[in-house]
């Protein structure tokens, strides 16, 4: 549904986007994160047509975000990073100011109107002003707003900056609603466990290009059976030196931090390499007091993969 | 009806100065008729005054003072209008709906302009107070206020560019009136300047405008004052003078347009 390929874009100084691909598939709820200047938001902008590329590809739908703006915009549904209200107008003229700007027309109006302010759950605020509401209830707003003609994609940058738990907890039950409707959703955002929740694959970029995780994957599939990289938490008994020398010895083990009779362990495979790691430790003479294993969450995925990035 | 239009003037009508600008603008207008009224009927304690002098200089003073009091006040409608979606947040809104840029434009150019020409319409009736005195014809009111209406959206259509290209709109307000100054006084001061030079190296005092260099007049054809004066001819005498500021004017406000349209095309909401 979304298809970027090696685009670049460049501002007076920066490289924003430097061969940066993608390919989003029809009803996925994708993640998209990075560092800050990663091109983030200059990738967002140019999928919601707002920016031209200087080169590369960008389409959606199969439609050029270059070329054939207008049927793309008629495609999608775009909510910026800290978006702008109206804050004069009342919640109903502010939905159908923007369901004018979308074409839709007397009863189709009217209809996409109660259906935004039912969404929003602003039907009973419709004629107050804007500038009454609440932040999260201004959020609820836009994106109610941003949905309005009915895109089959959204492309949502950094949704949930400034918003409470409780609006953030609304916000994903929402997206995860939209998301189970059919709607191809590219979100990015750098609250990651609200990602970790809602997304099936996260792509990561950093310096404009695609960045690569440990095990070399410039995409993470979060509901992948079973990941490659596992985490293992030690505590082993006095000095965990020898533990070190042990752990350095078996093939894929990864040392991340140790501490006073405690490791971090990264290593690569499934549980029988997980079981071998153990299995040396014991055998060499290490007193394991606990052994703790787990998947790679994002957030350690994304520290190791942007560790030592940042500007 | 252009959703922007709709928008535009609802929003505008609910400000403060939507009402406070008109109010205060007749003042002043009022103000000017007074106080050139009592000017021309003081002049010199004479008492056969005649009554068309009275309206033709009620009219001049009234022209030339409407005239600066606008150029006064569109940078204000003008230069914030897009700056102000930017400063908002809402630029990327309008730029990702159906609404093409054009459109956009319009919205704005219709709703700025639309308030300048209120205040130009509220001000007919002061204006044609001169008609009471004779000497002006509804030629001269009809010329005055299309040659106005013509200077006013230019200047609109350079306000909006400004506000295309600008950030905040106290930069683009402020180059909006850095414009009007440099059209208005800068080319007023030029010609007068080289044409002292000219006059002095010469050691002549051209008889009519059209014995001057075409170099030494050309700024004047920018100049806003310059082009309403050339509307006070005849309708057979408006070619060359009036017919070529038109032109100039014509073209400056097409150039913005065709500027403001790239900026909001290229540039996004940056």
Redesign the interface.
């Known amino acids: 549904m979304i298809d970027v390929e090696q685009i670049r874009k460049g501002f007076t100084g920066t490289q924003a986007l430097d061969g940066f691909t993608l390919h989003v598939g029809a009803g996925e709820l994708f993640g998209l994160v990075g560092p800050n200047g990663a091109g983030k938001t200059t990738l967002m902008?140019v999928l919601?047509?707002?920016?031209?590329i200087d080169s590369g590809t960008a389409e959606i739908g199969g439609l050029s975000v270059t070329s054939q703006r207008?049927e793309v915009?008629?495609l999608?549904g775009?909510l910026?990073d800290?978006?702008?209200?109206?804050?004069?107008?009342s919640v109903r003229?502010f939905l159908e100011?923007?369901a004018?700007?979308?074409?839709l027309t007397g009863a189709h109006n009217r209809t996409a109107v109660g259906h935004a302010l039912e969404r929003s759950g602003l039907a009973e605020r419709s004629n107050d002003s804007v500038e009454q509401l609440s932040f999260g209830m201004k959020q609820r707003l836009v994106l109610a707003?941003t949905l309005i003609?009915d895109p089959k994609v959204l492309l949502l940058d950094e949704p949930a900056t400034g918003l409470d738990p409780i609006a953030r907890i609304e916000l994903r039950g929402q997206l995860k609603q939209l998301h189970a409707e059919g709607i191809t959703i590219l979100i990015s955002s750098h609250i990651l466990s609200d990602l970790e929740d809602i997304c099936t694959q996260i792509a990561l970029i950093g310096e404009g290009r695609n960045a690569r995780d440990t095990e070399g994957n410039s995409v993470i599939q979060l509901r992948a059976p079973q990941a490659l990289v596992r985490i293992c938490e030690i505590e082993v008994l006095g000095d965990s030196a020898a533990a070190v020398n042990i752990l350095n010895s078996v093939a894929g083990a990864r040392l991340l931090e140790s501490g006073v009779g405690r490791l971090l362990v990264e290593i690569k495979g499934h549980d029988e390499q997980v079981a071998a790691l153990l299995r040396a430790l014991v055998v060499g003479g290490a007193d394991v007091l606990r052994f703790d294993h787990r998947a790679l969450g994002l957030e350690e995925r994304y520290r190791l993969a942007f560790e030592g990035r940042r500007p | 009806m252009n959703p922007m239009i709709r928008k535009e003037l609802r929003q505008r009508m609910r400000e403060r100065r939507g009402w406070l600008l008109p109010s205060l603008y007749l003042l002043v207008l009022g103000a000017v008729v007074t106080f050139a009224y009592f000017i021309a009927t003081t002049d010199g304690g004479r008492s056969n005054i005649q009554g068309s002098k009275v309206g033709v200089t009620l009219f001049l003073t009234l022209a030339y003072a409407q005239l600066a009091l606008l150029l006064l006040l569109v940078p204000i409608f003008s230069a914030g209008s897009i700056t102000i979606e930017k400063e908002q947040r809402t630029l990327a809104g309008l730029l990702t709906s159906l609404l093409t840029s054009a459109q956009i434009w319009w919205g704005k150019f219709v709703s700025s302009l639309l308030f300048v020409l209120l205040l130009l319409v509220t001000s007919l009736p002061v204006l044609s107070l001169a008609f009471a005195f004779g000497g002006i014809g509804p030629w001269e009111i009809f010329s005055t206020t299309v040659t106005t209406v013509l200077i006013l959206a230019s200047m609109s259509a350079i306000g909006l560019y400004c506000s295309s290209a600008f950030q905040r709109s106290v930069h683009a307000t402020a180059v909006s009136y850095a414009t009007v100054t440099a059209i208005t006084v800068v080319t007023a001061i030029l010609f007068f300047v080289r044409m002292s030079i000219y006059e002095s190296a010469h050691h002549l005092a051209a008889s009519g405008w059209y014995d001057i260099p075409l170099d030494i007049r050309a700024p004047m054809y920018v100049n806003p004052f310059f082009f309403l004066t050339t509307s006070f001819a005849p309708p057979k005498q408006l070619y060359p003078a009036w017919i070529t500021c038109a032109g100039v004017f014509v073209v400056l406000g097409a150039l913005a347009v065709a500027l403001t349209l790239r900026n909001l095309r290229h540039r996004g909401d940056l």
Do not use: C, N, W
């Open positions: 902008k919601s047509t707002l920016l031209p207008r915009k008629r999608i775009y910026p800290q978006p702008g209200v109206y804050q004069d107008m003229e100011f923007f004018d700007a979308f074409q707003k003609h």
